[in-house]
């Protein structure tokens, strides 16, 4: 029996996508073998790797001065391609909302001078910075943000003011919401929350910015390297891009992202609105800030908590155990959860406190 996954990643993918891949998994396209198997040099494969790229440049409106590119390593490694990268005058500014921003900040100062332009950490990650008041250093090389925060619940509704280039881990929140691209110098994003199964992360890159790396950026991170050849400098994460090109196959069936963020809202407010509303159950991040993928709470009490995630397993609602960093239970509901998901998770709710509040 299917549960509904609230993990924060990897994620819930959706079934028809999974039932498509099943199919597939012993021939396909009529190559008589599955994409696990087959060349990345072949046609079969090469025709995914277009089309993955064709889906995100239409999904997401990227221009054609912009880099599609589909890399190894996770965001982690991008903590170190970025700064490597871009770091052309070796100055950039971070604003820290996070546990992974932070990483990201601290991988750079292997490589330059990162400095903190702000911070939510006075207040454990549970807002977000007024941009309007943020201030960056004269001759940076980019500013760093990490627009939805998986661990503590919070995502940007504005951007930087800034004439540097913005460069964005969108992580867990990629296609979950319309975004301009050309506001950005550079994205990167993990695939496993919102796209694929780990193994591939999406890098979306202004191509006037690349080809200025330092000199000991390892050819792998470089992303003009990876540019130039397709993505197929070296045999890259197959199968994850297959399913990548899946995902977005029926995102573009369901409406596009527009039609996806408004999906989203509306289970971000059900679930919210119901928190909001409890006498048991608590949401501490800034209203104005709250993420409409990640969703923690808590009810006062570890042993509660812990009694609710014991409880909610066994209902089948999995994966509701909240980071470490902040306890209580976390709410995942990316692209691929669905309303009955977040309806089925409230009744529980619902239920869990009439017993126990």
């Known amino acids: 029996m ?16 999974l039932e498509e891949a099943q199919r597939d998994l012993l021939d396909f396209n009529h190559t008589g073998m599955s994409v696990t ?10 025709d995914v790797n277009a089309e993955a ?3 995100l440049r239409e999904l997401m409106t990227i221009p054609d001065d912009y880099a599609v590119l589909f890399v190894q390593g996770g965001a982690s490694q991008q903590f170190a391609a970025v700064p490597l990268n871009l770091m052309v005058n070796g100055k950039a500014d971070y604003i820290l909302t996070g546990n992974f921003a932070t990483k990201a900040y601290e991988e750079a100062l292997k490589y330059g001078d990162a400095a903190v332009a702000a911070s ?39 951007l930087p003011e800034t004439d540097a280039p913005i460069v ?8 979950s919401e319309v975004t301009d691209v050309t506001k950005f110098g550079l994205i990167y994003a993990g695939a496993q929350k919102n796209v694929a199964p780990a193994g591939v992360t999406i890098v979306i890159a202004k191509r006037s910015l690349l080809g200025k790396h330092k000199n000991i950026c390892p050819t792998m991170l470089r992303y003009d390297i990876q540019d130039k050849n397709d993505s197929l400098y070296n045999t890259p994460p197959c199968f994850p891009i297959y399913i990548a090109m899946l995902v977005l196959r029926r995102l573009k069936k369901l409406g596009g992202v527009k039609a996806m963020q408004e999906v989203n809202e509306y289970k971000a407010k059900l679930l919210y609105d119901f928190i909001d509303g409890s006498k048991l159950y608590k949401n501490y991040v800034e209203k104005k800030d709250r993420s409409l993928m990640n969703v923690p709470f808590v009810t006062g009490s570890e042993e509660l908590d812990a009694k609710f ?23 995942s509901i990316y692209n691929a959860m669905p309303v009955e998901g977040v309806k089925a998770l409230i009744e529980f709710m619902k239920k869990f406190e009439r017993e126990n509040g």
């Open 120 to 158: 939510s950490k006075d207040k454990n990650f549970t807002y977000i910075p007024d941009m309007k008041e943020v201030k960056f250093r004269d001759g940076i090389d980019y500013v760093h943000i990490t627009t939805n925060n998986t661990i503590f619940g919070t995502r940007y509704t504005s």
């Open 168 to 175: 964005a881990d969108m992580s867990s929140n990629i296609l």
């Open 309 to 331: 995630v014991k409880e909610a397993t066994a209902n089948g609602l999995v994966s509701l155990k909240g980071h470490r960093l902040v306890g209580g239970m976390r709410a």
């Open 37 to 46: 198997e087959m060349s990345h040099r072949s046609k079969a494969f090469m």
């Open 2 to 17: 299917r549960v509904y996954n609230f993990a924060a990643g990897p994620s819930t993918l959706p079934v028809e996508v």
């Open 53 to 55: 790229q064709s889906l």
